[in-house]
């Protein structure tokens, strides 16, 4: 069936540490995935994403892995700063302009302590 | 360039009554989709819109859930009667014509609470 799930509810750091939240998928059928971050009170940000023919994407501090064996993706954050902090949402779909759902994960909230 | 705007940002009601969600998308941007998160879980796709045409609903709960998008511009979510098991966070989202998933721009979300 469709779902995406995620490992850890919390994961803490300190600033400067490098963070890494996870995400399993159970949908092979997909091939686009994203990552959002969603502050409080406000409503899910793009912040990178990766089509299946690919296995890493980096953007500015944020890199995302894909594996497609194993149906896990990753985010992982550099030199992680406290306006980092926020709740981060996995989500997968499908490139093609036919399908427009968006499966979420559960989210993971990142604490980053100065 | 303005965001999507959805109104209200908070809203309480009792459960039986009535409550109607309204979304700005994007000017120009041909689809729209609500998405809602309920407490402790994850968010959940209800429906796109492709201009003023339902492209998918699948993700309604109930026909006490009714989305319109007259004029293929605004669109509202009503929600009548609200029961409790309503409560959540309501986010639309709306992106231009074709769909990479990375021009898909979500409102700050109306939060509702059934009493």
């Known amino acids: 069936g469709e779902s995406v799930g995620l490992h850890l509810p919390t994961l803490s750091v300190q600033e400067g540490d490098n963070s890494i939240i996870n995400c399993a998928y159970s949908?092979?059928?997909?091939?686009?995935f994203i990552w959002y971050k969603q502050e409080s009170g406000k409503g899910p940000q793009f912040i990178i994403d990766?089509?299946?023919?690919?296995d890493k994407r980096q953007g500015q501090r944020v890199t995302v892995l894909l594996n497609k064996t194993v149906k896990h993706l990753s985010l992982q954050i550099a030199a992680t700063q406290p306006g980092d902090s926020a709740v981060y949402f996995c989500a997968m779909g499908w490139a093609s302009p036919r399908y427009s759902t968006l499966t979420f994960g559960k989210g993971t909230m990142l604490l980053v302590s100065p | 360039e303005a965001g999507v705007t959805q109104f209200p940002s908070h809203s309480v009601i009792e459960k039986g009554q009535t409550v109607t969600l309204r979304c700005d998308p994007i000017s120009g941007h041909d689809n729209l989709y609500w998405y809602r998160r309920v407490m402790g879980k994850e968010i959940k796709f209800l429906l796109h819109f492709v201009k003023e045409s339902k492209q998918d609903e699948s993700g309604m709960p109930n026909n006490r859930f009714l989305a319109e998008r007259t004029g293929g511009t605004y669109s509202t979510l009503k929600v009548q009667p609200a029961e409790l098991e309503d409560s959540g966070v309501y986010f639309c989202?709306?992106?231009?014509?074709?769909?990479?998933?990375?021009?898909?721009?979500f409102g700050e979300g109306s939060w509702l609470t059934v009493v």
């Open positions: 990766i089509r299946s023919n690919m």
């Open positions: 989202a709306s992106s231009p014509r074709g769909y990479p998933g990375n021009t898909i721009y």
């Open positions: 949908n092979s059928a997909s091939d686009y």
